[in-house]
């Protein structure tokens, strides 16, 4: 069984939808951290999380330590959003553990 | 200082040739990752480095591989005898001693082996 499982795999959506992304994992960690992929491979930082909620924008992500759990929300999604939604953990040496990722396509 | 630089972008090389990658992290981090992924995949852990010494190799680093970051600046990466298998994007990422400010990612160096 993998470390960090991901759902959904593949997610569609239309402009302007609530979305959540979700992240489940087995083994303690230092850190949560939920990543961006867009085609062409550059990938960017959105949270990281070792507790509680974080906010920026029009993404949220919340964990529950207790449960293993994590979510990634976008409200009022765009086109914009579409990307790879990479959820990874850190250990104590801060390497990353990856998840396969969700791949989001939100219609215009 | 604008992230982290990887060179080349895209390489393609055939079988059996060595490849070496180049990665820049930004200036005051003390620590430099390399992660391999292959497609549909997410990325897999291979070393890392604080400062100058490496410190963790994954086991997916086998003896055809070697990293190396003197100095505690650029790291490079080299791939002896290419195998197709070895076809993947290869990225580094670079973080602060204490990762409050978690990673910053370069755009990844895209290996092809013909």
């Known amino acids: 069984k993998n470390e960090v499982e991901q759902s959904p795999q593949n997610l569609t959506a239309q402009e302007g939808e609530f979305i959540t992304i979700n992240c489940s994992y087995s083994?303690?960690?230092?850190?949560l951290h939920w990543l961006q992929q867009h085609p062409g491979g550059g990938i960017v930082s959105l949270f990281m999380?070792?507790?509680g909620k974080k906010k920026h924008g029009r993404l949220i992500a919340t964990i529950n330590i207790q449960e293993k759990h994590s979510s990634l929300h976008i409200t009022a999604s765009h086109p914009r959003d579409s990307a790879v939604y990479i959820c990874?953990?850190?250990?104590?040496?801060?390497?990353?553990?990856f998840g396969t990722g969700t791949r989001l396509q939100v219609f215009p | 200082d604008t992230g982290v630089s990887q060179d080349p972008r895209h390489k393609i090389t055939k079988r059996g040739q060595n490849v070496t990658f180049r990665c820049d992290p930004i200036?005051?981090?003390?620590?430099l990752y390399w992660y391999r992924q292959t497609l549909g995949q997410g990325p897999e852990f291979l070393t890392y480095?604080?400062?100058?010494?490496?410190?963790?190799k994954s086991r997916l680093l086998s003896d055809r591989f070697s990293a190396e970051r003197p100095k505690g600046s650029f790291s490079t990466l080299e791939i002896q005898r290419t195998e197709q298998g070895d076809s993947a994007m290869y990225l580094c990422?670079?973080?602060?001693?204490?990762?409050?400010?978690?990673?910053?990612f370069g755009s990844g160096t895209r290996l092809t082996v013909v």
């Open positions: 990422a670079s973080s602060p001693q204490m990762d409050s400010y978690g990673y910053t």
């Open positions: 083994v303690g960690i230092s850190a």
């Open positions: 999380l070792s507790s």
């Open positions: 990874a953990l850190s250990y104590n040496t801060d390497k990353l553990i």
């Open positions: 200036s005051e981090h003390n620590r």
């Open positions: 480095f604080q400062n100058e010494a490496q410190l963790e």
